[in-house]
């Protein structure tokens, strides 16, 4: 079996950038507008390939991220979003 190194990084949608501001307890980290924070993402998502990992997009529903932040006793912040986001990916290479 070949494995395959994979990174799941946190990905939003532009209808629900606003929320996210509003949730997360960390939100002055983040970019003002999505356009910013999508130009930022997607560097990273290109720097993360261009090392020679697969990139896996966890998209982040507000409603939904925040049940599970409180399901794992975590705060809504950068570290949650990692978190999260590894998970996805580990749950995608499953399949």
Not at 61 to 89: H, N, Q, S
Request: glycine share 4%.
């Amino acid at each position: 079996m070949v494995k395959v190194a994979a990174a799941g990084i946190s990905w939003f949608n532009r209808e629900d950038y606003p929320r996210i501001l509003e949730i997360m307890v960390d939100a002055h980290v983040l970019p003002p507008t999505y356009e910013l924070w999508r130009q930022k993402a997607e560097s990273q998502e290109r720097s993360a390939k261009a090392s020679g990992l697969a990139v896996v997009r966890a998209v982040i529903k507000p409603e939904e991220f925040a049940f599970w932040c409180a399901k794992e006793g975590l705060d809504i912040d950068a570290k949650a979003r990692t978190a999260f986001a590894a998970d996805f990916a580990a749950r995608m290479l499953k399949h």
